[in-house]
């Protein structure tokens, strides 16, 4: 009897947790556009209290602060968010300045999880969460922590630079281009070989992105009737260019003649 009486009790008990489990959850899904600005406002004036009372040296209530609007953002945008992840960040900071490691690594660890995959980690924010753990570590004494993380920090920052510069040419590629079709030839020139310089840096003189700049100098050149520096650069392009991360701009297909 008291065994069926304690199955009853649990399965009572069972029944409560889920329907309250499905109000909460409702409750989430149930936020109007205007609840969940006015709640994200809210959440942005505690952020604000927070990086005001940091900056005055009042870490706890910083982190009071910071903790109220990171619920609020919970609530509203999920944990998975972009947004979230910069609160996390922002708190563990504040933690590292209190003294709190544990703490510290643990908001800025969650923060970089979210920011890897929502973001890669050929990223800025990325990076930014590498750098604060390589300086937590450095402040715990642990530097060959501090090293990897410091190591990574400086790789993608790389990866970045790199990134940007191919971007960069490409875009010189374009007003070259452009310049080219207005009949600014020796602006599309300039602007040609700007590109050349970053390319040949970036990827090598043998590379096929290099191979395209110097067929496009060599195409521009010959339009310009300026047939010796047209078959130099026509000889150092061996092959097509390939696609690049940024499009770039084509107004039409030129190509060199065969008795060039």
């Known amino acids: 009897m008291k065994q069926t009486i304690y199955i009853l009790l ?18 989430k899904e149930n936020l109007s556009a205007i609840e969940k600005k ?29 903790k109220k609007a990171i619920k609020i953002k919970e609530r509203v945008l999920g944990i998975d968010n972009l ?25 800025i660890s969650e923060g970089l999880k979210i920011r890897e995959k929502h973001l890669g ?6 990076a930014q969460s590498y750098n604060n753990l ?5 402040n715990m004494g642990k530097t060959k922590e501090a090293i990897k993380y410091t190591e990574k920090t400086i790789k993608i920052k790389q990866q970045i630079v790199h990134k940007e510069q191919i971007d960069i040419a490409v875009s010189y590629n374009n007003l070259a281009v452009l ?17 050349l310089e970053i390319n040949e840096k970036v990827f090598g003189k ?5 191979h395209g700049n ?33 499009e770039p701009i084509i107004v039409k297909e030129k190509r060199l003649p065969n008795n060039l």
């Open 134 to 138: 390589g300086t937590l570590f450095a």
């Open 179 to 195: 310049n080219e079709e207005a009949g600014n030839y020796d602006k599309a020139l300039t602007s040609y070989f700007k590109a």
């Open 83 to 107: 947004n979230i992840a910069t609160s996390y960040n922002n708190l563990g900071l504040v933690y590292k300045r209190i003294g709190d490691h544990n703490k510290a690594f643990e908001y």
């Open 10 to 27: 649990l399965s009572l008990l069972m029944s409560a947790c889920s329907v309250i489990g499905t109000q909460s959850k409702a409750e």
């Open 121 to 126: 980690r050929v990223d800025s924010q990325t």
């Open 38 to 66: 006015m709640l994200l406002q809210k959440a942005n004036r505690y952020n604000n209290e927070g990086v005001k009372a940091y900056r005055k040296g009042d870490l706890n209530i910083s982190v009071s602060f910071y």
């Open 214 to 246: 110097y067929a496009n100098i060599a195409l521009l050149y010959y339009t310009m009737k300026k047939f010796d520096k047209a078959r130099k650069y026509a000889q150092m392009a061996k092959k097509e260019p390939e696609e690049m991360t940024l």
């Open 206 to 210: 043998s590379h096929r992105v290099t």
